[in-house]
Nanobody, 120 residues
Framework: QVQLVESGGGLVQPGGSLRLSCAASGSIFSIVAMGWYRQTPGKQRELVAY???????NYADSVKGRFTISRDNAKNMVYLEMNSLKPEDTAIYYC??????????????WGQGTQVTVSS
């Protein structure tokens, strides 16, 4: 089994910054990709950013130029640096990972979510 544990959410003023972290642990053979999604009440979960094992990245248009995703392969961790935060960035942020537990087993995993609130 695989577990994802997020940290780093909180309350920040508009224009401020936060850094989210996510650690993967458990039965990990290799990590194909890791990323972040977010969700607000009444809306579907949306992709924020992801990064592959070869460090290719993809960002939602709404966060390009403000958010940066990175990963530490040795520690099985992914980070999301969020700058110039806006009230519309307020959401629960979920860590996501596409993980191989073996050469034949591959699945998607989610963290429990961390609240990010941008408000003055």
């Amino acid at each position: 089994q695989v577990q994802l544990v997020e940290s780093g959410g909180g309350l920040v003023q508009p224009g401020g910054s936060l850094r989210l972290s996510c650690a993967a642990s458990g039965s990990i053979f290799s990590i194909v990709a890791m990323g972040w999604y977010r969700q607000t009440p009444g809306k579907q979960r949306e992709l924020v950013a992801y990064i592959t094992s070869s460090s290719n990245t993809n960002y939602a248009d709404s966060v390009k130029g403000r958010f940066t995703i990175s990963r530490d392969n040795a520690k099985n961790m992914v980070y999301l640096e969020m700058n110039s935060l806006k009230p519309e960035d307020t959401a629960i942020y979920y860590c996501y990972a596409d993980i191989r537990s073996s050469l034949w087993l591959r699945d998607n995993y989610w963290g429990q979510g961390t609240q990010v609130t941008v408000s003055s």
